[in-house]
């Protein structure tokens, strides 16, 4: 889900939330499923084919095209951390996926061989490398002449208040984040299509389409929203798991009054939005 030195997600923050994704790892893959079949279709995996997937996390996304790929093809299951690697083995495992390769792997240094991928996708990984243009040139190395990149990314906060309004309420309490959001490996630094049809263009590739997908985000409460946001948030779960019980009750009351709006019913329906990008 991150990579080396990403300010946000690096590394370490990916190998201690790991076990809080493959907690959620269904709930995750439902809420964004449009979208990792978007990824899916863009790709156009056949049989015999390899494709590669980066910052997989417990790997769903990728899984989804496993079977297309039977009896030759395989698919290069990789993240940054290795306990996201181990998560996603054990999905396979419990899947019956035999034709899944996993690795440890940088996007910004990918181990593969020149040419030798038949595709790659990525569900919400590279906004969060910290060279993004490096990467893009790694993709482009690595994959076959004619194959195709499909990856999304965040668009911008004022379109994603599922990530946003958690990180307001910690702010409006002195709290901050370490690095800047729309940064090099914020989570809104390729949020402009614009940023991405420009690096990639200069890396070699030809942009396909750009589309943008919204989607909802559902909690049944406010505390579900808390529970599972700080669990699988990069540097929130650290930053949640060492406040002293008054101070969350304080910043959780911020956060009932700044998301009053997405409640119906003691439920929350946050909206939110992707932008899948296809390349050749």
Known sequence: MGDENS????????ESVA????RYRERVFESWRPVSEWLVERVDPAPGHVIL???AGPGETGFLLAERLAPHGRLISTDLAEAMVAAARRG???RGLTNVEFRTVDAQAIDLPDASVDGVLCRFGLMLVPDPAKAFSEVRRVLRPGARLAYSVFSGPDRNPFLTLLVRAFLEHGHTLPGDPFGPG????????ETNRAMLEQAGFTVVSVEEMPATMHYETL???????TAIGGPLAALAAALPREEEAAIKATLAAI???FER?????MPCVAVGVAAT
């Open 259 to 261: 998301a009053g709006p």
């Open 265 to 269: 019913g003691g439920a929350y329906d």
């Open 186 to 193: 914020g989570p809104f630094s390729l949020a402009d299509p």
């Open 7 to 14: 300010p946000l997600f690096g590394r370490d923050v990916g």
């Open 223 to 229: 505390d579900d929203y808390w529970e599972m946001q």
């Open 53 to 55: 997937e980066l910052a």
């Open 19 to 22: 076990s809080a994704w493959e």
């Open 92 to 94: 396979a495992e419990a």
